[in-house]
Every structure is written in structure tokens, then in C-alpha cells.
């Protein structure tokens, strides 16, 4: 039976490419690694709705959001909060667009050691080797690294011609999820219609939100806390994959929530 897995992407503003990790995209950098004033308005309004549900949530956190200490003291208040229903997934130790760049396996190796580092230190019981790619941007060469260190699942994988050029200049979606799979890492591609994106900032662009909307509506019933252990590492279980961003509920002045039946 086809399962529903709901993740949240943990970007603040300076996370996004227009901002960081992009060689073309990234026009307005900033060195502060304090918390936006949209982003402190989404941690709550996030707690909120945790607190409206019961459903488990795969949380793909960046690890150089730890240099905030509200950051650090929220995050592991929220962990204790809500236990074993919070699984953390490692989205980079930065914002970088990896398949933007040139191939680069000792660069990606070193910073996905150190966000591994940072993760597991900061949320053992909760730490999975799980990855999803800043921004989507994911090639074939990186699935090589994420074998070896570990990591037995990848979430990147968009696979819409929307943003196929996120795959790498010359590489597919086909060509990242072969390559995923020669290396014994399972690819949980996010869901899609019609060739179209159904998640992140689908969800608020219209007209893709109506589709989008229409996809998670009509998604699986949800994993429950015992089976996302169970069923995400397995190759044979099929899953629909659903993420949003945290800076999400900052929408509608906090009011914002996951369009789920």
C-alpha cells in the first residue's frame, strides 16, 4: 500500500539561492546568521500546527542554522516536545547548489561530514542518514559521496522538465536516480503531476498551488510514527513524498498550514 511521507525543508531568507550557494542566482548574500524576522514567526506558527496533529514529520535541517544559539534552544525544545513523531534528515551544511557548480566529491564529502557531525550531535535520537539537496540541486556524481558516507536515502529528486536543468548541465532525473540506485542509496522522489511540481514553492504559485493542492488532497494516508523507520529505507514500499518549508508558516501572519485532507 502507497504511503504518504510528509517533510519540511528548514531555509531561512538567507538560505535560498537568490541569497546563497548559486554561481548565477545568488545576487543579495548576507553574512548574518541571525534568524529573519519571517523565519522566528514560522518556528512558532510551526510548534502550532505540530501541536494540531498527530502525523510524523521528517524535518531536513541545514546545519549552519546551529550558529544561531534562539535556533539551537528552539530546535531542541521542539525535539523534546514532540519526540519520536520528529525524524532529522541532513538538507547540507550550507545552502549550496552543488549540481550548479563544477563536480566537486572532496568538497561535497567534507561539508556533508561536517553536517553530519552537526546533526547527529545535536539530535542523536532523532538523526537519520537521510539527505535532500539545497534547492533540489542534485547530480549523478554526488550519490557516489553519499554512500559512503552513509547515507542510505536521498529526497532531492524533483522530476518534473520544470527544473530538469537542477540535475546537472548534461544529466537527467533518470541519470541521478540510476546513479542513486548504483550505489545502494534510495531515491524518494518528491510527488509531481502531469510532469509538474507539486511541492515547496508550487504549493503558493498559482497556478501550480491549484494543482498542487489537488495532489496532496488526494495523497495516501500519512505514515504513522512506527512505519516511517520502517518503510522509508525500504526499497520495495512505495511512497509519495510531500515537503513544504518551514518559512511557510510565516504566511497569513502565522495562519498558514499544510493543505492535507
Known sequence: ???????????????????QGHPTRSKNPSSSKALSKP???AMS?????????THPVTLFVIADLFESDEFGGW???????YG??????????????????????????????????????????????WFRAPAGYIAPWMAEVLAEHGYGVDSSVNPSWVVAKKAGKGNSWPDV????????????????????????????????STLAKGVWKNAPSVLSIDEVDEMIPNRAQPI????????DHARKKGAWMPPLR
Open 240 to 247: 509519495v513524498t510531500l515537503y513544504w518549508h518551514v518559512l
Open 177 to 208: 536516480m540510476k546513479a542513486m540506485n548504483g550505489h545502494n542509496v534510495i531515491e524518494r522522489p518528491w510527488a509531481t503531476r502531469f510532469g509538474l511540481p507539486a511541492n515547496g514553492p508550487a504549493l503558493t504559485m498559482f497556478p501550480l
Open 75 to 81: 530546535f531542541s525544545a521542539l525535539l523534546a516536545k
Open 84 to 129: 519520536e513523531r520528529l525524524t532529522v534528515g541532513c538538507h547540507g551544511l550550507t545552502h549550496r547548489s552543488w549540481s550548479a557548480w563544477p563536480e566537486d566529491k572532496d568538497g561535497f564529502s567534507s561539508a556533508l561530514m561536517q553536517a553530519t557531525a552537526i546533526l547527529s550531535k545535536r539530535a542523536p535520537a532523532h538523526f537519520r542518514h
Open 45 to 53: 506558527a510551526f510548534d502550532s500546527w505540530l501541536a494540531s496533529t
Open 39 to 41: 523565519y522566528k514567526v
Open 1 to 19: 500500500m502507497t504511503r504518504t511521507w510528509l517533510t519540511v525543508d528548514f531555509d531561512d531568507l538567507r538560505h535560498v539561492p537568490s541569497a
